[in-house]
T-cell receptor, first 114, second 113 residues
Framework: KAGVTQTPRYLIKTRGQQVTLSCSPI?????VSWYQQTPGQGLQFLFE???????NKGNFPGRFSGRQFSNSRSEMNVSTLELGDSALYLC?????????????FGNGTRLTVT | QQQVKQSPQSLIVQKGGISIINCAYE??????FPWYQQFPGKGPALLIA?????SEKKEGRFTISFNKSAKQFSLHIMDSQPGDSATYFC????????????FGTGTLLAVQP
């Protein structure tokens, strides 16, 4: 079974631009979550989608948004990029929702904002 | 109350030794405690997880010890190998309808040959 696939692997953007990151979950997984990983703040929860509905959202500004499609694939968008948005963005999928459902992470998209 | 505190920040262990990483939490609503292993350039990979109704869970060389009254849990890596050198994260979740994880700050483990 293929794992979680994130594209692109690397992105370089300029302040003020917007960016869209893509995530394909493991086949059959219906829940997709996004996390931001930085050296200073560690791994922080962005949002979680289940059956195309956002079920939970972390403490990030409204510039961060996401969506999930009917095939469970997900995208996240960051508008008006700031230097502090430079991070590794990780997508994780799970078979079903629920706190005991193991999360399987992709290898992330490394976003650099200049 | 949503934090998970992890220590030490870094750890050096000799090959064959025992690596121990500790985590503590405050929120008594947490009921799922996984450990993740992350290699450079890769995403975190689930290593082992425990629920608070058991005090210990073992999978191969990896053991989670859980102390519900102290609100602490730890990862023990027996017979540590150079291939175990990675960053380890503890995490906690409140269960229910969401699988949002609160992560610890990570421990960089180096196993010397």
């Amino acid at each position: 079974k293929a794992g979680v696939t994130q594209t692109p692997r690397y992105l370089i953007k300029t302040r003020g631009q917007q960016v869209t990151l893509s995530c394909s979950p493991i086949s059959g997984h219906r829940s997709v979550s996004w996390y931001q990983q930085t050296p200073g703040q560690g791994l922080q929860f962005l949002f979680e989608y289940f059956s195309e509905t956002q079920r939970n959202k972390g403490n990030f500004p409204g510039r961060f948004s996401g969506r999930q499609f009917s095939n469970s694939r997900s995208e996240m968008n960051v508008s008006t990029l700031e230097l502090g948005d430079s991070a590794l963005y990780l997508c994780a999928s799970s078979l079903v929702g629920g706190g005991w459902s193991p999360l399987h992470f992709g290898n992330g998209t490394r976003l650099t904002v200049t | 109350q949503q934090q998970v505190k992890q220590s030490p920040q870094s750890l050096i262990v000799q090959k064959g030794g025992i690596s121990i990483i500790n985590c503590a939490y405050e929120n008594t609503a947490f009921d799922y405690f996984p450990w993740y292993q992350q290699f450079p350039g890769k995403g975190p990979a689930l290593l082992i997880a425990i629920r608070p109704d058991v005090s210990e869970k073992k999978e191969g060389r990896f053991t989670i010890s859980f102390n519900k009254s102290a609100k602490q849990f730890s990862l023990h890596i027996m017979d540590s190998q150079p291939g175990d050198s990675a960053t380890y994260f503890c995490a906690a979740s409140g269960g229910g309808a969401t699988n949002k994880l609160i992560f610890g700050t990570g421990t960089l483990l180096a196993v010397q040959p």
